[in-house]
């Protein structure tokens, strides 16, 4: 077993901390706005400073990482929502007025966002960085402390976040627990104040029925299948280039990356080619490119090319990116498929690599109830300049969120809230709306001068019976 992979004491190390944190976050003065500032500077000042490490460490996991995505979509969005949120921190921890009704005034209502006590975070390997520390950022700004549970597919870069956090923060502040699968179902066992889940479905229902029995609120952010829906009015290059980027990025490792593509028949295979010359165009070289990210693991890459074979013999056609690969690479090519069975795995399951297939529709009806038929993803894609094509589509169907004319941009965004629906997750972060998520909004109400209610009571008077038959109407 490799140093990395050894996990013992993890769970007690859990306990420990836990009760530490959470007997903080019951006896000590909730952090004002310049601890959760200092906080939030903390994780920009260790991103910052570590960036190196950081990216070193992310890239030896996958084999190779491309730079740029560690650099743009992981530390890049940590700063970014750092910033976004440290700047408008004083006005989101600013009680909000609320209405007073008739029979309650003078009295005043008011929320007052307070801290929820002790968050629970699991991240995946995609993006270990980015979905560890944003979801950390909501959670402090919000005035939480929180213990995170990143992946073991990663132990070079969860390792190494471990020791970084020990560095920035007291662990009654923030602590890293490591550890695979058994650790991870004690940390979803933890009776947290609230739990923050990024990962599969599967493990997904998981984590929920872990959490119920301590009454533990749970944000899931989950994976599913994202289609993108091409109309004719479209051009095809245009949609080629966003589709071929955007499912090469991360080498398709991305939960909002076009899972699938739907588009009319007599577009499919100019469409398919289109999309493998920007591959091409992209990466003219995919071993030795520093720019083409490997899979995670030996695993899920034979996963993937037991896939494209599956749908090989199932009678598909297969368009693959012809630079060589070789036997002992953790690359895939980026692949097209024509003509998937719709029983086949690709059809079945979250693809999650560079492979995309591309299935054809005579009608616009039928591209929406093929997606219908399947769980609600946790994105989808539409293109097309029609406006009333575009709300058509978007009318008869539902996920998590949506670009029109483009993909994964609503994921990206500190402004726009980011969450699944139904299979794909529960609950949305980022922004305004993680600080929400991981804050009770607490009402707090006001007597002044009069307390209306006693003059109705006791024991109950005229003017009680009189205001029910009024209200009640009769
Ligand atoms: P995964 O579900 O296998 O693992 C995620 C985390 O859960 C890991 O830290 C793992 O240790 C932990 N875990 C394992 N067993 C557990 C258990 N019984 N209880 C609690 N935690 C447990 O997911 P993955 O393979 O790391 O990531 C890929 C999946 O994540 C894809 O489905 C993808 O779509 C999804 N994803 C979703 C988002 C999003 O924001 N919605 C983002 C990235 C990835």
């Known amino acids: 077993m490799a140093e990395h992979d050894d996990y013992t004491g993890s769970v007690q190390r859990l306990a420990a901390i836990f009760q530490q944190q959470h007997r903080a976050s019951r006896h000590q003065v909730k952090p004002d706005l310049a601890l959760r500032r200092d906080r ?7 991103v910052r400073e570590n960036q190196d490490d950081l990216l070193a460490a992310v890239s030896q996991d996958f084999g190779n990482r491309a730079a740029i995505e560690t650099q743009l979509l992981e530390l890049g969005a940590v700063i970014n929502a750092v910033n976004y ?8 921890m600013k009680p909000e007025k609320l209405g007073v009704g008739t029979n309650f005034r003078p009295g005043k209502a008011w929320l007052r966002y307070e801290p929820l006590g002790v968050i629970g975070i699991i991240s995946p390997w995609n993006y270990p960085i980015s979905l560890a520390l944003i979801p950390l950022v ?4 919000a005035g939480n402390t929180a213990l995170l549970k990143p992946s073991e597919l990663t132990p070079r870069f969860s390792g190494l976040l471990a020791r970084l956090i020990e560095q920035s923060f007291e662990t009654s502040e923030v602590a890293v627990i ?39 609120p749970v944000t899931l952010e989950l994976g599913g299948k994202s289609p993108a829906v091409v109309c004719d009015d479209y051009a095809i290059e245009k ?3 966003t589709l071929a980027f955007c499912k090469c990025i991360n080498s398709g490792q991305t939960c909002v990356a076009p899972d699938y593509v739907l588009a009319p028949r007599a577009m499919v295979e100019p469409l398919a080619k289109a999309i493998l010359t920007q591959m091409h165009k992209g990466y003219p070289q995919l071993d030795g490119n520093a720019d083409y990210t490997s ?3 030996d695993r899920h890459r034979a996963r993937l090319l037991a896939a494209i074979e599956e749908a090989r013999a ?13 036997a002992d690479s953790r690359n895939v090519a980026p692949t097209v498929v024509l003509g998937a069975p719709d029983d086949c795995l690709l059809m079945r399951e979250e693809i999650f690599g560079p492979i995309l297939p591309i299935i054809p529709y005579d009608r616009l009806e039928d591209a929406m109830a093929h997606i219908n038929r399947g769980e609600r993803p946790l994105a989808l894609y539409v293109f097309s300049n029609d406006r009333q094509r575009q709300e058509q589509v978007l009318a008869a169907t539902m ?8 993909a994964m941009l609503q994921a990206g965004q500190d402004e726009v809230p980011f969450g699944g629906v139904g299979a794909s997750g529960m609950g949305t972060y980022h922004g305004h709306h993680g600080f929400k998520r991981f804050s009770h909004a607490r009402p707090v109400f006001k007597v002044r001068l009069i307390n209306g209610f006693e003059m109705l009571g006791m024991p109950w008077k005229k003017l009680a019976y009189w205001m029910a038959r009024k209200t009640i109407g009769r």
Do not use: Q, Y
Not at 40 to 46: F, G, V
């Open 40 to 46: 939030l500077a903390r994780i920009a000042r260790m």
């Open 85 to 92: 949120a440290s700047r408008r921190l004083r006005k989101w």
């Open 138 to 141: 909501d959670a402090l700004a």
């Open 178 to 216: 490591l550890g695979g699968p058994d650790v991870a179902e004690a940390f979803a066992a933890t009776p947290f104040d609230h739990l923050l889940f990024t990962g599969s479905t599967a493990i997904g229902r998981k984590v929920m029925m872990a959490a119920a029995p301590n009454l533990t």
């Open 239 to 241: 949609a080629a280039r």
């Open 295 to 297: 899979i995670i693991s």
């Open 314 to 326: 199932g009678g598909a056609t297969i368009l693959s990116h012809e630079a060589p690969i070789a």
């Open 399 to 406: 996920s998590g969120g949506v670009t029109i004319n483009g």
